[in-house]
């Protein structure tokens, strides 16, 4: 029970205030929140760049309340990285098309590729549908050699696409048509086939491209786990093998935005960043597992190989789940 003469809640610990919000305070308090959240994202970010494994250590030893949560961190900070990345590859396309544009043409160019197109046999696999695979040619796909396999069956995409533009879509009937046996599985991956291909190799590339943040997210346990492998005999909780992992990859990813940033705004090579993203990576796990440097460094290699082959399957793994979702 609420006494009036209290200035807080004794439950929920409220401020003991009924008047009316004004603007003028709606202001204050998120003027208030924004400096508290500018505050812990400065104190998250230097540590996090210039003092490798030291707000890991922290974290771990309860100091927290000064700074960013790791896992929010890590997802604005993997959201950020893609933005940045979208529009530096934007200018890099535009920058291209400009150079391109002011070449002049050259008749010889122009007329032996016409040559070369007559004698592909990629283009003369199939007239009808020439245009398209111009194009997947001009992006270094071979579409005839594409296909879907089911057992002993391989469906050509081409093949099947020609069915589903005449409106057969029902993949039941498909499959009675290209004498695929109607086991769990492959009614399954034959029905993503068809979705697949109904909503074309553009949305399907975009759909992936906004799942990439959570692609990235589930490799953090994975590196957690290799973490815990190889420093089993410490007796450190997984967790904190996790913390570590999303701060690592979240200062991967600040180094990546910088670089990015630097050859979008300004005419500077940002290459050598790059050597610092290993460098950043062996101080972490010296400041973060306290052993010697040359086991650090031996530690350092098996784990970096070992999440790479791991990671792999689990990223293929995750992709296949989310392909069962589109």
């Known amino acids: 029970m609420i006494v009036e003469s209290d200035n807080f809640c004794p439950t929920c610990g409220q401020l003991n205030n009924t ?8 202001v ?3 003027v208030e929140e924004f400096l508290h959240l500018d505050s812990k994202v400065i104190k998250s970010l230097v540590p996090l760049l210039f003092k490798p494994g030291f707000l890991t ?3 771990i030893n309860g100091k927290r309340a ?15 990285m893609f933005i940045v990345a ?3 590859n934007h200018q890099g396309n535009e920058i291209s098309k400009s150079k391109k544009q002011s070449i002049p043409a050259d008749s010889s160019h122009v007329k032996g590729d016409v040559v070369d197109l007559e004698k592909d046999t990629v283009y003369a696999f199939n007239t009808e549908t020439l245009e398209f695979q111009r194009e997947e040619r001009n992006l270094g796909v071979n579409n ?4 879907w396999s089911f057992d002993a069956v391989k469906i050509q995409r081409d093949t099947l696409q020609r069915y589903l533009d005449k409106g057969v879509t029902d993949p039941a009937a498909l499959m009675d048509t290209f004498k695929i046996d109607k086991t769990f599985f492959n009614t399954i991956f034959f029905s993503q086939a068809i979705k697949s291909q109904l909503a074309g190799k553009d949305k399907i590339i975009d759909y992936y491209k906004q799942k990439l943040p959570w692609l990235l997210f589930s490799l953090m346990p ?23 992992a999303f701060h690592l990859h979240a200062a991967t990813f600040v180094i990546i935005i910088i670089q990015d940033l630097i050859t979008w705004l300004t005419p ?3 290459d050598f960043l790059s050597y610092y993203i290993p460098i950043y990576y062996f101080i972490s796990l010296k400041k973060v597992y306290g052993q010697s440097i040359p086991k650090t460094i031996l530690k350092g290699i098996g784990i970096g190989f070992f999440y790479l082959i791991v990671g792999f399957l689990v990223l293929l793994l995750v992709a296949g789940i989310m392909f069962l979702m589109i």
Request: hydrophobic share 55%; aromatic share 24%.
């Open 19 to 26: 008047r009316k919000e004004t603007a003028v305070g709606l």
């Open 28 to 30: 204050k308090e998120l």
């Open 57 to 59: 250590v922290d974290y």
């Open 66 to 80: 000064s700074y960013f949560h790791p896992v929010r961190m890590f997802l604005i900070v993997t959201v950020i």
């Open 86 to 88: 979208g529009f530096s």
């Open 144 to 147: 005839a050699n594409f296909y």
């Open 222 to 244: 994975v590196f957690a786990f290799v973490l815990y492998l190889f420093y089993i005999r410490r007796k450190i909780f997984f967790v904190d093998h996790l913390i570590y």
């Open 268 to 270: 500077l090579n940002s």
